[in-house]
Nanobody, 116 residues
């Protein structure tokens, strides 16, 4: 089992920045891939960014604005969000998984609200 706790969400004006953090605990030795998803009201949950030892991946809508990073020693993943837009408003969820073929663990989510 892996437990994930997100922090860093909040209210920010368009053009501003936020940094989300996600601390993992439990069976962290099993974590190879970590990532961030988001879900806006009335929309499906979507992948924002993911990171493994081999690569990072981003949704087209956040490329050039968001940066995912990871501190393996602290079992923590970050999402630096710059040039935020109102359409980035959503609940952001942290995930971890052993591989693409394993079901992910989910955090409880943190709200990000971008005002215009």
């Amino acid at each position: 089992q892996v437990q994930l706790v997100e922090s860093g969400g909040g209210l920010v004006q368009a053009g501003g920045s936020l940094r989300l953090s996600c601390a993992a605990s439990g069976s962290t030795f099993s974590i190879n891939i970590m990532g961030w998803y988001r879900q806006a009201p009335g929309k499906q949950r979507e992948l924002v960014a993911s990171i493994s030892s081999r690569s990072t991946n981003y949704a087209d809508s956040v490329k050039g604005r968001f940066t995912i990073s990871r501190d393996n020693a602290q079992n923590t993943v970050y999402l630096q969000m710059n040039s935020l837009k109102p359409e980035d408003t959503a609940v952001y969820y942290c995930t971890s998984r052993r591989s693409p073929y394993h079901s992910p663990y989910w955090g409880q989510g943190t709200q990000v609200t971008v005002s215009s």
